[in-house]
Each structure stands twice: as C-alpha cells, then as structure tokens.
C-alpha cells in the first residue's frame, strides 16, 4: 500500500517562530488531507489538498503532486498550535486514508 | 449544535468482555465514521456509513468487531470479545455529505483498555 512519511516527528519551537512540516507519499494521491490533535485529543481537519497552495490565517498548505510531497506552513505559531500534525492520502477519491505518524509540535511561550 | 457526542470517554474492561462504544453524529449529517488510534498502527479508518447503511467495512480488524447504525442519530461499534490489543482510542466523525475533502467533525474519542 501507498506508504505516508512525515518529517521531523518532534518539532519544538517558540512562540512566534515559523515553521515548515513535510509530509511525503509514495504513490500518486488523489485526496490529501492535514489534520491536527491537540494536546487533549481533539482532532480536526485542517485542509483537503491534493494539489495546489491554500491558505487558511497563519496555517497554509502546499502540495507538488508531480514530486509527492506536501509541506504544512506554520507561520507566528502560537501556544495553542501545539498537538500533532497528520498528514492523510489516499490514491482514489475515497475515504480510507492512510495517515502518517504524525509530527508532535511543542510551542513554548 | 454540540457536535459529535461520544459515549462513554474513558472504559476499561477485562478480557473476553463485550464493549459497546456509542457515536451520535451532528444532526443532518449524512456520513458517519469511525477511526481507530493506537501507538503502534496509528490512526486508521474502521468503517463508514452514509445514509445509515455500511458503505467500507474492509478497515475492521476481524469478525470480533462490528459496526451498527439503526437510524441517523446514532451508531455503535462492538467489540465481542475483547482483547488487550483492541486498546486504543476510538473516534467517531461524521460529515454532511461525501464529498472528498469537505470536513470531518470528529468526536472527542473513547479511550479503551482492555486488561
């Protein structure tokens, strides 16, 4: 099956400071999603990006489908963006996504 | 709306038990999902419904567990029997419509032990 890498798996950083998260994928995708979870366990979507750029306040998101990577912005981070960020593919327009293992997040004040 | 509700947030339980996890979407949406979290498989899609009727089923792990959706506001997942490896968070979400990409609204998950 399409195999999901996400980089770097601990990012610490503090506040204000931006940051970048990749996520690479082994096959071509046709759904890409980011998530994250917050330190109680809360999970919420954050973009559907197959392809393309999108930006969404400080978060924005890029994926190059051609080279099967995406990269997650994260720019003036904030205590409260600390959690877990998954990235999520899936080779058809379907829902059983494969996740990645996640990069965990620490902003510090 | 309060969003999707979970029940109960926390079990633990003996091997061999049955466990019942309950899942009541947001009102009016149309596709109902559930996920699995564990350290070592990370999260995975389980099953989904739409419209009440199980439409992917091939993320269930064995014939141990099952998937229920007698009307649009409310599901289970069953776990008959359970086994310590069946420890994980379980998540329910549910979405308006099956569009790809549209938004998930997830639960805030059960947290399962089996001893």
């Known amino acids: 099956g399409i195999q999901v890498e996400q980089s770097p798996p601990d990012l610490i950083l503090q506040e204000g400071a931006n940051s970048t998260l990749r996520c690479n994928f082994s096959?071509?995708?046709?759904?890409l999603q980011w998530f994250h979870q917050n330190p109680w366990g809360q999970l919420i979507n954050l973009f559907y990006i197959p392809s393309g750029t999108k930006q969404n306040g400080r978060l924005s998101a890029t994926t190059v489908a051609t080279e099967r990577y995406s990269l997650l912005y994260i720019s003036s981070s904030q205590t409260t963006d600390s959690g877990v960020y998954f990235c999520a593919v899936e080779r058809h327009e379907g829902f059983n996504m494969r996740f990645g293992a996640g990069t965990r997040l620490t902003v510090k004040p | 709306d309060a969003g999707v509700i979970q029940s109960p947030r926390h079990e633990v339980t003996e091997m061999g038990q049955e466990v019942t996890l309950r899942c009541k979407p947001i009102s009016g949406h149309d596709y109902l999902f559930w996920y699995r979290q564990t350290m070592m498989r990370g999260l995975e899609l389980l099953i989904y419904?739409?419209?009440?009727?199980?439409?992917?089923d091939s993320g269930m792990p064995e014939d141990r567990f099952s998937a229920k959706m007698p009307n649009a506001s409310f599901s289970t997942l069953k776990i008959q029997p359970s086994e310590p490896r069946d420890s994980a968070v379980y998540f329910c979400?549910?979405?308006?419509?099956?569009?790809?990409?549209?938004?998930?609204?997830f639960g805030p998950g059960t947290r399962l032990l089996v001893l």
């Open positions: 419904f739409n419209n009440n009727v199980p439409i992917d």
């Open positions: 979400a549910s979405s308006s419509t099956g569009v790809i990409g549209e938004t998930q609204y």
């Open positions: 096959d071509s995708v046709n759904n």
